[in-house]
């Protein structure tokens, strides 16, 4: 494999908004660190790459570029704009040029329905790189694999963790077995991802671990990564030096399904972080897990600077709590919030989590859940609920979306709030959106500029002065400035 030449792409996201949440290709990057270990020359182009006019937001987040596509005929009911999100086809083809000709392209992909710039991709890449093998994975590959097989264009289709799967596939197309083979049980065997062809590069991805201890019924976790496998906490706190100290990182965003499970190993972590002094930010876009915040781990996240916290609630509903698989109950999420206002943090440094449009959800539901969020001093987040194959929720979804979700992945989207039943209708969803709204006009915030996808810049006064992003149509995120 020495000497060969990779490409990898990211390819763009079309969808009715997005918005640049510590998005970043983290497993297309591990797959480009693993091979480089072989000796490839790995280059990379990315569709949402955000250098040039989109300035970035404190902590890193940003906007990406955009461009007004015409819908998929399947969504054309639907009555928003559609876009592509990311940088135009003419400076993808110019950068598919501008690298030497690849003996493989690797193209990953994320949410199942936004497939569409995964297509895109590979089209071009087959238009202008014609005869190199085009290879699919990530998570739409690996959710949808037979769409992905039938529909992508790509040679091949791999859907699940990728850096045993590469190895093995390059090795056979080439000829050429792997010199470097990670062990597939330790994840410290694996190389940093190759952050450094990130181009802009004002935050890295992290996880602690893969896979999740629990198996909540709506999440498809365990299909995608297996069973949780731990990193080494020292090792973890070495990698985030190591972006720190080389590459200027000062804000890290973690990807683990369940940062902090186990608590003990959260502790060890944390007090590595503490005894190292990083002066790194910390973002968990993708909540935590209430029932491991104690009143030591919440001050240990206060003061090694953790600026973006959310917490995983969903519901209230103590029935759906223990039928979705029990991680987390009432009881433990007020001990979460007792823990982390202890600490140091405001109602407005904690969102919640809070699913909205699960099979059979009525809105009485959601209204509950989003007031016991308030009473507990938190920022209810709605997450609106996107059907997933392979979870066990599944079925159900399938039953009672009034879309045709199993043969069409576009239907996954969850703008279209795609199961949403009779007890949740669309009024009622803009009904809770609203009573949200009106919750965080009382909180004293003011509105410093609406952006032309619908985003508002928004600052609020109160323990600390904080910049907040107010996607229109998504959760509200929240960026801890520190003092005025
Ligand atoms: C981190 C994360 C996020 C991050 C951002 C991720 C990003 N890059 O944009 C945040 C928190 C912002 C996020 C948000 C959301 N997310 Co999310 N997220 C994840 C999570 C936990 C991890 C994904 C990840 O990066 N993993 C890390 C790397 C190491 O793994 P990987 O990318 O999968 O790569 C490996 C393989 O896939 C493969 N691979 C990858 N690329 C390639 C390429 C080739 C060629 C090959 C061979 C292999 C390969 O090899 C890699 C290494 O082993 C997944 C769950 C999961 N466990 O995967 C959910 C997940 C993808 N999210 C999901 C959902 C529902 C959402 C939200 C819609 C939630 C909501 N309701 O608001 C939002 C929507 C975001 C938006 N509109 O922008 C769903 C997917 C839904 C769908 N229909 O596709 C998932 C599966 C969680 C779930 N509920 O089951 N998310």
Not at 46 to 63: I, N
Request: with cysteine; glycine share 8%; charged share 25%.
């Amino acid at each position: 494999m020495h000497g060969r030449k990779v490409l990898l792409i990211n390819p763009w996201i079309c969808d009715f908004a997005a918005y640049d949440l510590w998005a970043k290709p983290l497993g297309l990057l591990y797959l480009g660190a693993v091979l480089r270990k072989n000796g490839c020359r790995v280059e990379f182009v990315d569709c949402l790459s955000t250098e040039d006019d989109t300035p970035r937001k404190p902590g890193g987040h940003g906007r990406f570029r955009r461009q007004r596509i015409p819908k998929p005929p399947q969504l054309s009911s639907v009555p928003r704009h559609y876009a592509r999100y990311g940088i135009g086809l003419e400076e993808f083809v110019r950068e598919l040029h501008s690298v030497p000709r690849p003996d493989a392209v690797l193209v990953t992909s994320m949410m199942t329905y936004w497939y569409p710039g995964v297509f895109e991709a590979i089209r071009l890449v087959r238009e202008h790189l014609p005869g190199v093998p085009v290879i699919l994975g990530g998570v739409y590959a690996t959710l949808c694999t037979d769409h992905a097989r039938s529909f992508s264009g790509a040679d091949h289709v791999i859907p699940h963790q990728g850096e045993l799967a590469i190895l093995r596939l390059l090795g056979e197309i080439w000829g050429e077995p792997p010199v470097f083979v990670p062990d597939g049980e330790d994840l410290d065997s694996i190389p940093y991802p190759c952050f450094d062809l990130v181009s802009d590069l004002p935050y890295v991805c992290i996880r602690t671990s893969r896979g999740c201890p629990f198996s909540c019924t709506y999440c498809a976790s365990s299909y995608l990564c297996g069973k949780q496998r731990l990193r080494d906490p020292v090792k973890v706190v070495d990698e985030i030096e190591f972006w720190n100290r080389e590459y200027g990182v000062s804000d890290v965003a973690f990807y683990d399904d369940a940062l902090f499970t186990p608590r003990d190993n959260a502790r060890r972590l944390l007090l590595e972080l503490l005894a190292r002094r990083a002066t790194v930010r910390f973002h968990c876009p993708n909540g935590l897990h209430a029932s491991q915040i104690t009143p030591e781990i919440a001050t240990l996240m206060h003061q090694t600077g953790f600026a973006t916290v959310r917490l995983g609630l969903e519901t209230t509903s103590p029935l759906r709590q223990y039928a979705s698989g029990g991680k987390v109950t009432n009881d433990e999420f007020v001990r979460a919030m007792e823990s982390l206002h202890g600490a140091g943090y405001g109602t407005d440094d904690i969102g919640v989590y809070i699913l909205c449009g699960l099979p059979g959800q009525d809105a009485a539901e959601v209204f509950d859940t989003v007031r016991f969020v308030q009473d507990s001093g938190g920022r209810p987040r709605l997450s609106e609920y996107s059907p997933i194959p392979h979870t066990r929720d599944w079925e159900a979804a399938l039953r009672t979306s009034p879309y045709p979700i199993g043969e069409e992945p576009l239907f996954h989207n969850n703008t279209l709030l795609p199961c949403r039943s009779e007890g949740l209708s669309l009024d009622d969803y803009e009904a809770i959106r609203r009573s949200l709204r009106e919750g965080r006009e009382g909180s004293g915030r003011q509105v410093l500029e609406t952006l032309d996808d619908g985003c508002q810049d928004v600052v609020a006064r109160g323990r600390h002065t904080q910049f907040t992003t107010v996607p229109a149509d998504g959760p509200v995120e929240c960026v801890d400035l520190g003092e005025a």
